[in-house]
Structure formats: structure tokens, C-alpha cells
């Protein structure tokens, strides 16, 4: 009796493995009138959607950070006194007359200022996005069924733009005590001009890798119909090397960092005036690795038996962060910008592919 269930139960488990096997729907052997592999080679076309988004920026000098102000000329100061604000007549008076004749404050008369505003900030308005761009698409298939199949497609790793938008200020303001307080102190505040990264072109570049990976359903059946069209999901894959930044931007972001180091090394006064510090700023650009999903609609056309043509359009979620540094090797890191680039990119495919 054991026996007898146990040979029942077998039978039972493996009534759907042969099920599965002979079936020409749903079969796993040769010989049912479909070809396993296919290849298709043509036009790729990626069109991001996204929008940018605003850089986030945090910097060495630590929120409240009191620093010697050094040299630094009257009408500096007089440019940069926060509006509104009391200033001591005599102050006030002194400031005027010596920028009357171009002078400066020197620093045994600067003094010393709390500065804020420098730790952190957003930039909104600002961001990149990147470009559409044209490269030669490979897809591949392998067929489980003749409805069933696993993608892989990828390009030739196209060299994508980035637009850059907007205009980046650094929000400075400060309590600075003069002549050792005796005349009161100064609030200044001033936004501290970076770079425009509309202004000389695309902001950075970056060379693309985005292999995709889906499963894919095919309607009809082959040898009745040759018009089949077909859809898919899966994963895409963004990694991104070869970064460059556009050579202004890159000068801005140099003289940004100075400005920092100025303050580190005690001649904040020279910050405010573009002045070059005792430090020697890289700038280096980064991107993050990313996964996406990836949705598809696509058709093929069999010329005959092994040549077929095939058109798709894809979309894929796809989000990464880029990271903008300024480093010195005395200072260590002076300024980290980072934003999020939304790619979101539709990817259009014509080509023309073969069975075997």
C-alpha cells in the first residue's frame, strides 16, 4: 500500500514536468519550430526626462567660525555692510576716508570675524541635466519559449553632456569687530558669486554604461506570425566614468576653494576680494553607480525564418548623484557639492536582427 502512494504521489509530481516538456507552448527542447538565440544591432536613441536638481553644498568653515580678517581694502568693507544695519558714525567715517584714497584696514586694525552662512547650503535654481544622445544598440535573446525569452541589451557607451543650470552663490554674512570692538562691531552680508553653469557651454561630461537585463513576452507564434510584438521588464545598470568639467567651471570652483582656504588661514578680508590663498585647490568630479528599473513595448517583423527587424521604446526610473569636490593637501576638503540627476531616460531602438 505504501508503495502503491508512493508510486501515486511520483506520478502526481511529475505529471507537471511532463506537461511541461511536451508542450510546444512551453517547452524547454529544440525542435518546436522557434530559433533559441537572436542578436539585433541599430540606432539607440536616449532621451532623459528628468529635471535638475539643486546642489547642496557644505564647506570647511564651520557654522560661527571665528577667523583673523587680515588685510582688506575700506571699500570692501563698505560694499559688503549689511543693509540696514548700525555702524558707529567715527567707524562709519574712517571706513569712508579710507577708501576715499583706496586704502586698506590693516589687519592689526581688521580684527576678527564670526562667519556664517559658509557650512552648508542649497542652491535652488541650480542642477544638471543631461543631454539626448545617439549611439549603436546591441540587443540580445535567448528564447525559453517561443513566447518567453531573457534581454540583454547595451550601446556603445556614448559620451553624455550635462547641462548645467542656474547660477551658484555662496550665502556669506558675518559679525565682524573691528579695532578690537572699541568702535562697535559690523555686520556684513553679502551672496558671494561662484559660477554660472549656463554660461560656457555644458557643465560637465561623462561617458555612459547602461546595460539592461529583461524578461520579455512575445505574442503570436512563429511561422504564423510575422508581425509580433512583445513587452518587458527588467533592471538597467548606470555606471559612469571618463568625468570632466567644463574648464571655466572648473577655474570658478578653483577660485571658490581659495576663497575657503583664505578663511582657514586667517584672511577672510582676502575672501571677499577673489585673492588667491597660500593653497592649491583640485577640483575632481564623481558619479554614483545606479540601478533602475526598465519597462518595454516593443515589435518585431520576420523577413523569413532567421532576419527580422525590431523597434522598441523603453523607460527606465533612473536616478544617481554627482559629487563635486575641492581638495588642497594642506587643507583637506574644502568645499563638497552634491546634487541628484534624474536621467529618467526614454530609449528608442530600431535595428535590424538575426536568429540561430
Known sequence: MKKTLLCVAT??????????ADSPYFSLQDG??????????GALHVMPQGKAQPFR??????EGETAKVG??????????????????????????????????????????????????WD????????????????????????????????GIPPKVDLQGKGKIYAPFSATATPMGGAL??????????????EAHGPAASARAWTPAFEFQYHFGKTGVNKFR?????????????????????????????????????????ASLEGKKSSANPKVKLEATDAFA??????????????????????????????????????HGELIKSTADIEINPILAYAGVGYRF
Do not use: C
Not at 553644498?57 to 564651520?62: C, D, F, R
Not at 571706513?95 to 562667519?115: C, F, H, K, Q, R
Open 11 to 20: 506520478s502526481i509530481t511529475a505529471l507537471p514536468m511532463l506537461t511541461h
Open 32 to 41: 518546436d519550430g522557434f530559433k533559441r538565440f537572436s542578436v539585433s544591432v
Open 57 to 62: 553644498v557644505n564647506t570647511s568653515v564651520k
Open 71 to 120: 588685510d582688506i581694502k575700506a571699500q570692501t568693507v563698505l560694499d559688503n555692510i549689511k543693509p540696514g544695519s548700525s555702524v558707529n558714525p567715527l567707524l562709519k567715517a574712517t571706513l569712508d576716508g579710507l577708501a576715499l584714497i583706496n586704502a586698506d584696514v590693516p589687519s592689526a586694525l581688521s580684527g576678527t570675524a564670526e562667519i556664517r552662512g559658509l557650512s552648508q
Open 123 to 154: 542652491n535652488s535654481g541650480t542642477g544638471l541635466e543631461a543631454d539626448d544622445v545617439t549611439t549603436l544598440g546591441i540587443m540580445t535573446n535567448y528564447f525559453f519559449t517561443d513566447n518567453i525569452s531573457f534581454e540583454m541589451k547595451a
Open 184 to 197: 562697535g562691531n559690523l555686520e556684513l552680508e553679502n551672496d558671494i558669486f561662484i559660477t554660472d553653469l
Open 229 to 269: 510584438p512583445y513587452v518587458g521588464v527588467g533592471m538597467m545598470y548606470a555606471y559612469f566614468n571618463e568625468l570632466e568639467i567644463n574648464p571655466q567651471t572648473e577655474k570658478d570652483l578653483i577660485a571658490a576653494g581659495h576663497m575657503i582656504a583664505n578663511i582657514k588661514e586667517g584672511n577672510a578680508g
Open 293 to 330: 528599473p526598465i519597462a518595454t513595448v516593443g515589435f518585431t517583423y520576420d523577413f523569413n525564418d532567421k532576419w527580422f527587424a525590431v523597434g522598441s521604446v523603453s523607460y527606465a526610473h533612473l536616478k544617481n548623484e554627482t559629487t563635486i569636490t575641492v581638495k588642497d593637501a594642506t
